[in-house]
Each structure stands twice: as structure tokens, then as C-alpha cells.
């Protein structure tokens, strides 16, 4: 892999991110922290709470708002949101990016029957089967693979050692990160007195362009229709898809959430690390759920934020806490009887 | 990998199920859910809820029990138990089923000292180390290891990138989905001043006939004996079976749960998604543990359920009530303080 | 793969442990449990539970502290610490360690600009990119992928199917196991109007010496600066470390436990199964987690454990508790209400 050169004059990267210089030009090697930054380093306040780091910084200069611009002591990179600039500016400083395909490599098994478009890159050791294409501009990294039927669409990109079963439909501007597997079967089986009968997963996996998905991150193949991510749907590391899920459009997931078979997952929610979402549900878009939640309910207006769990404590303060939560109903039985007790009393004139 | 032809008339499939066609026999090339089964498609009806589209199918034919083959307008295919033909069936249209062996993939490292049974396939990349056996009918997909010692028995399949340390011996007719790692190292250190210093964990993996393993599942080999599964288990995705867990037959694991070391859990349990399950416990035939629960106590009573949690809440909600769970105990208290000045009150012959 | 000969007299055991034989010498094959061993292998009590084991042992020897020693009916191999012994003895009896390298296997892609150290084995399959350094001693097992830049130290091993992304820089005697997938981006990604636009992760990841990292863990890489991992770290199977975590030294963490962006953890922590850890956090040297808690807060003072959750019930109990869980804010305020009006009794001179 060739890396790029990532040096900007800091008056390109203002043209480019629609933005003002105050102080002077200069050139700009990379990014990095408030903290860390160097003279030839750009860097940015996006959080208020580092605002006292603008005097400190050495950085060469910082992506700020018009508002923060005065209290830069160095140079300021004036622009309307610098986490979106930062953003912006991080994919030009992107060393590992490179352009130039490399074609596919020697070592690497593509089937006769296998359609490979223009500027494709194939990596080491990795296996392309019948049927499948690789559209124009991917970039398959080494020991990847991919099986009979699937697409990899334009300008997607597998890290090393991904896995498509058969069947899986990955659209545009994709990019799976290592030890991802997609298509896998379902988990599905009918119970008998033999013990478990498989249930075949005979459906595949569609996946929409920009989506991203985290290392080690799995996305089941369907039973009879197919698993369907939407465009722009972010996955972090040990997902679990399971088979037949819908995801709407730019819904983001955090790591090791694990979604059962058949859940509808609206548009633009945002579901933290560690949750768990049961089977055959519906959540409404631009739900929120936050970390370590179960949701084993579908929820149908759209906007709301969700939870479980029961907090964080010392352990010793948790341990009798703990036991109380046993005797809850116990607990809230006697309450309702002690209500009682003392409206009875009132009603016997006691207490006026 | 070719892909076999999944046709069949109707009548075929009747006599393959011991069913009875209500309506007129045809030709069926695959399997739908009733909502987008089209006339060439055979779906089925196992779930109650969803009796109301018997009547808008477009599928050629439908699986239903006796009872409910009135309700049929086209073709009935009437059966005992739909969702059990409907396993039978789904494995007839599994058109990834291959039964013709490849053979060994030029590009595959097999160890001179290996064993390879008749019609094994070995795909591309995959490494088979020394002393390996590869009983007959077994298919590996490409880019698997299999290390030193290790028995992949009669018609099992290794989907794409699984890895089977030393002294991993799996039986006949298992299914690992890709990702898999079965026999590293169980996590066991002694500590020390000098900090952690390792126990090499020396045992293997033993795996019963008929389980399936699925995607990034791992499986840690034993500290001394072994680590066992056993017949017709069936493990999700992102599973992690520590060292020396022993499960019995026929136990059914949903993904993301973890079985912490030396469990041993009992036979036709179910365990739901997300589960953990701590270390050194015995868990009875037949227990049902409910999604995201945590287990730390030993289960001696069969067929019994367990769960732990809060269940979800809106945050708003939950945020107050998670507040008085910290304060439980001390409610507890105050609760029987009051019972007691109650029954005080009573005692001096004012609630009589 | 070769397996070595470890066959010891039980002489030579108490000369490399530092301990006294009562009883006769003899040669010892292997280790085992007090319950599985036989006369030619070496067992140990750690643990008082299995006391009763020590008459009904077949063991060859036992491992036993001075105490013990009289109540051992065979031969007794007395040491100080016979849990530390034990790990020392199992290092012995690794029967999967291997000194004798085997060089880079002709399948291995060895990028021309990478550094391979004397005494270096590089398994079947391995892609090694550019500028990658492997250090002396190292093994990098089958099918691994190294990327652009990655150092590997002085005698670490990756075991099978590991992948290092580019920057990323592994300590001495590290151990990977397969499925380890480090350096992958970290989750960042600025929301607009167009949906998520991507953070490039731009740092690396630097991991010390002596760190063990599990099968399908993943170790994400910083966003601007790297993510840190302390030197004797150990790391289960299934661990999520987002990007620009820090871990201090000696910290172990038990599988598919999750620790989200920027947190730092202490040193000699340990963290159970299943926890997680959210974003931003800084906890404690010597803080101790249990089994599938949510930390959320930061822990300022170390050498405390934290807990959350609510225990492990019958459904059926649970079911009802569950219920008073989402009243339990009411309940408080029904209860303060009641001492209140307990409060008014004894004033009015009725409870005196």
C-alpha cells in the first residue's frame, strides 16, 4: 500500500472548507489534538469543555466558530462548524487512502465466471467465487471472501479478511472493516423430538450505498426474504444482524448490539454500545436508545429516547439494594396496605 | 461453488412430506413468506397471526395444518406440523447445497502427515496442518485453519476463515459459520507481583455430532481436560464458551451470550440472546433463561425460567425510577419503620 | 506444526519450582485435575473446596503448600504457591510451544520493504505489507494480515487469522489469538444534513509488552492520537476497545466486555464478562468490575468494585418485580407521603 502525501498550505484547506483565515498562512502536515498539536499541525474546538486548551495549544492553527475566534491566541481557522470541518479535513489528511489500484494480485483465486470492473484492487490470498462482481473501483484486501453471486458495489472497500456468503448485495461507497461476516445462515430451527431441524436460510443480504460496518460485525443472510440495511447505516464492531432485519437510512449503531430476527429498525435512530433488541419488533425512526438497554417492546412514536438497567454503584451498596429489588412486589403490596391502614384511621376521625 | 437445480412439483414435495394437496398439483421453484410468495412460490402458515393473509397470498401453494385447510383459497398443501415440513422443505430449495466434492484447491497448504477422507472438498488458501484428519464428505472453505491434531468429522463443512487450534475434534455432520475460532487459549492467569503470569492452557476441544456453531462465535479449548458440546447443540453468532464449559445435547444459545469457565449447562436448555453466565455454575436439563439476563447462581431445578433486568422504559422515566433504586434499601427500611409505628397506633386501641 | 517432548522426572519439577517431594520421585507425562488425574501426572489443590479430592486422587503427585502436605496420601510436590506452580508447570508441559522456526512459508507475500527478524516463522497464507517489521522470535500463524507500517515485537506471536492494520505497534512476547482484529477505524462520524460524514481515524494503536489479546477481539485505532494498551494487559475473547482508549498495565478484562471512546482505564483493574463501559470515562487504578455491569461515571478513588443490574430471578418473580421497578418512583413518593402523615398523627398527641 503507497501512502499519500497529506501536506496542504493552510489557505487550501480554508478554500476548501468555505472558511477564513485570521493570522497567517503557513503549511499544515496533519492533524491532531489541542493537546498534542505541533506547529505544523491543524487542529479544533468542538466541544466547549476544551476551551481553555486554546491558549495552551502549539497547534499551528485551530478550526473554530466566529464566536470562539477571539479567544485564539495563534492562528484561527474561522468556519461555521468545525466537527464538520474536522471531519472534512480529516479524510484529506488520510495517509492510508490511495487512489491507485493495484490490480489483482497474483496469489489471489478469481473465478472464471466472476466480473471485475475497472481500477479494482485484489489483494493477496483472496478468493472471488463464480458469479460474483466487483464494480468498478473496489478494493478488496488480502484473504477476504467472496462468494458465489455476490456484488460488491463501486467504490467499496473490504478490509482483510472479510467474509460474503453467497447472495450479498453490498452497494456503493461501502467500506467493511476485518473479520466482518456477511450472509451467514439465520439462526433458525424447528424443534422435534429428534432434536433441532435446521430451517435453511435461502434469502440473502442487501446492503445500501455509504453504509459502513465494524470489524468482526455480523449480518445474517435471511430465511426466505432477504436481511435489508438502508444507505448510510453506520455498524460498529460485534454487531449482531440477525436474519430478516430491516435498518433504516443513517441509523448508527455502536458496538456489541445484537438485533433478533425480523426487527424493523426505523431511519436516523441512534442506538448505543451493548444493547439488546428482541425479535419480530418495530422501532419507530429517530428513536435513541441508550447503553446496555434491553428493548423487547416495539415503539411506535418516533423521537424518544430509551433505557434499562439499573445504574452504576459501589458493589457494596448494590448488594443490598439488590436484595430489596427482590422483594419489590413484596414491598409495594405492603405500601398499598399501609395506605390503607392510615385512610382507615382518618375515616375514624383520628386525624383531622 | 455450483448451484444445484430446486425444482419440484407439488406433488413430489407432498409425498416428501407425507402431506396431502388440497387444489391442483404444479411446479414450485422456491419458498416465500406469504406476502411476497409468488405463484411458483410455496409458503406456509405457522404462526396464527398471520392467518389473515391466507386469503391475499399470490403463493402457488401453502403448508397448513388439517384445521385450518378451509381457510385456503388456492392450493393447500396440508401437513402435521407446517413449520416442521417447512424446515424440510427450506432444506430441499437450499441451492448453496452442493453434494459433488472439489477437491483439493491447488492453492490449499494440506501437511503431508494429514489424513483426507473420500470426497473431501479443501478450498482455496486453506491450511491443514500436520496430523489433521478430514474425514469423508467433509467440505472446508477457503481461508481456513486447521492446526495440528485436529479431527473435522464425517459431512461436517467449515464455512469461509474459520480456525480450529491443536486438538480440536469436531464430529460428524456439524455446520461453523465463518469467523469462528475454536480451541484458544481459555483466559487463566496466576497473579504475581511481578504481574500476571500465564497458565497455558493444555486441554482441547471435544464437539458433539450435529452442532452448529455460528459466525465469530468463539470456543476456548480447556485449562487441563477439555471444553465440551455436545450433540445437536446450536450456538448463534458472537457466542463465547469458555474453557472447560460443558453443554449438553441439544441446548439451543442465541447470539452475543457468554459462558464464563467450568459452567457445565444441562441438556434442551434455552438461552436466549445477549445472556451472561458466570463461572463455576451447574445449570439444569431444560432451563430457559430469558434475552440480556445475567445467571450467577447455580440452577438445580429443571425446566425452570430465569430472568434479571428492568425491562425498557422511556428515559425520562427510567432515569427517576433508577434514582430510587439506589435508594431501595433505605426505603425498605423506612417501610418497616412505619408498619411498626402502625401497629403501635394499633396496640393503643386507636384503629379498633 | 512439531509438538515437543515434555516429559519430566518429578525431581527435576522440584528443582525448576522451588519445592520438596514427600514421597517417591518418578516421571511425570502431564498435569491434570485432582479428579481425571492418573499415576503418571502431576495434579494440584489451590482450592480448599477440593480437599476431599486429595485421598481419592490417582495423581502421580500433587502440588499442595506445607499445610496441606500431611493430609496428601501419594506423593506430595510441596511449594509456596501451589496455584503459581501450577501456572509455572504448565508452561512446561505446553506441548504446543515450538522454539525451531520454520521460516516464511513460500505462500506467505512478504512485501520487499518489510524488516524480518532472525529466527522468524511466517505461516501459509500470511500477507506481510510494506515497511512492516517483524521482530526476532516472532510467529505469525496462517493466514494473518500485517499492514503497512505495523511492527511486530521481539517474540510475540499471532496466532491464525489475526490482522493488524497499518500503524499499529505490538510490544515483546505479546500473544493474538485469531479472529484479533487491531487498528480497524475508530466510530466517528459528524452528522449533517446529508447524513453521517466519516472522521478519518487517523491515529494508530500501541500495545506494550507481555499483552495477551483474545480470539475475535478488536482494538479500534485513535482518531487523531493512538489507543494505548499497558504493558501485561490481558484481554479475553470478544473485547470491544474503541478508538483513543488508554488501558493501563496489568488490567485484565473477561470477555465481550466493551470500552467506548476516549475512556481511560487504570492499571491492575479487573473487569468481569460482559460489562460496559461508556465514553469519556476515567476509572481508577486497582477498580473491580463484576459480570455485566454498566459503568457510566467516572471512579476517582481506586481499589473499590462497582456493580449494576438486578440479579438473577425466577421469571416469574421477576416478572412481578419488574412491574414495581417502573413504579418505583411513585412508590418513594407515596411512602415519604405516608411518614408524613404518620408524623401529623403523633403530633396531634395520638401516638404518644
Chains 1, 2, 3 share one sequence.
Not at 479524510?91 to 497474483?106: I, K, N, T, Y
Not at 493477496?124 to 467465487?129: E, K, P
Not at 456468503?165 to 473479520?179: A, E, R, T
Not at 422435534?192 to 431441524?197: L, T
Amino acid at each position: 500500500m503507497a501512502q499519500r502525501n497529506c501536506t496542504y498550505r493552510l489557505s487550501e484547506l480554508a478554500e476548501k472548507l468555505d472558511g477564513v483565515i485570521q493570522g497567517s498562512d503557513g503549511t499544515i502536515f496533519g492533524l491532531n489534538t489541542l493537546e498534542k498539536a505541533t506547529q505544523e499541525q491543524l487542529s479544533f474546538l468542538a466541544n466547549p469543555r476544551y476551551v481553555s486548551q486554546l491558549t495552551s495549544t502549539s497547534a499551528g492553527a485551530v478550526l473554530v466558530t466566529p464566536e470562539m475566534a477571539d479567544q485564539v491566541t495563534g492562528t484561527a481557522l474561522i468556519v461555521d462548524s468545525p466537527y464538520m470541518a474536522f471531519a472534512k479535513v480529516s479524510q484529506l489528511f488520510d495517509w492510508r487512502l490511495d487512489d491507485e489500484s493495484e490490480g489483482v494480485h497474483p496469489s489471489a483465486f478469481v473465478h472464471a465466471s466472476a466480473t471485475i470492473g475497472s481500477n479494482v484492487t485484489v489483494g493477496a490470498g483472496v478468493v472471488v467465487d463464480a458469479n460474483v462482481t466487483l464494480e468498478d473501483n473496489c478494493i478488496i484486501g488480502p484473504n477476504c471472501v467472496i462468494q458465489a453471486g455476490s456484488i460488491v458495489g463501486q467504490s467499496s472497500r473490504l478490509e482483510a479478511n472479510v467474509t460474503l456468503y453467497p447472495d450479498v448485495v453490498l452497494g456503493q461507497n461501502c467500506l467493511v472493516h476485518s473479520g466482518a461476516v456477511i450472509g451467514a445462515d439465520g439462526f433458525g430451527f424447528a424443534p422435534s423430538k429428534q432434536g433441532w431441524v435446521k430451517i435453511c436460510q435461502l434469502g440473502g443480504v442487501r446492503i445500501g450505498h455509504s453504509v459502513e460496518i465494524g470489524a468482526n460485525t455480523t449480518i445474517d443472510r435471511g430465511a426466505l426474504d432477504h436481511t435489508y440495511i438502508g444507505d448510510g447505516v453506520k455498524l460498529d464492531n460485534h454487531i449482531q444482524i440477525a436474519h430478516n432485519v430491516v435498518i433504516g437510512e443513517q441509523t448508527a449503531i455502536a458496538g456489541c448490539t445484537a438485533v433478533a430476527g425480523s426487527t424493523k429498525i426505523g431511519r436516523h435512530c441512534t442506538i448505543a454500545g451493548h444493547c439488546g433488541i428482541t425479535g419480530h419488533l418495530t422501532i419507530a425512526d429517530h428513536t435513541h436508545i441508550t447503553a446496555m438497554s434491553l428493548i423487547s417492546k416495539s415503539i411506535t412514536a418516533s423521537g424518544q429516547a430509551f433505557s434499562s438497567g439499573t445504574g452504576q454503584e459501589k458493589h457494596s451498596d448494590w448488594k443490598r439494594n439488590v436484595v430489596r429489588f427482590r422483594q419489590l412486589d413484596d414491598m409495594a403490596r405492603r405500601l398499598k396496605q399501609l395506605e390503607q391502614k392510615i385512610d382507615n384511621l382518618s375515616i375514624e376521625g383520628l386525624n383531622k
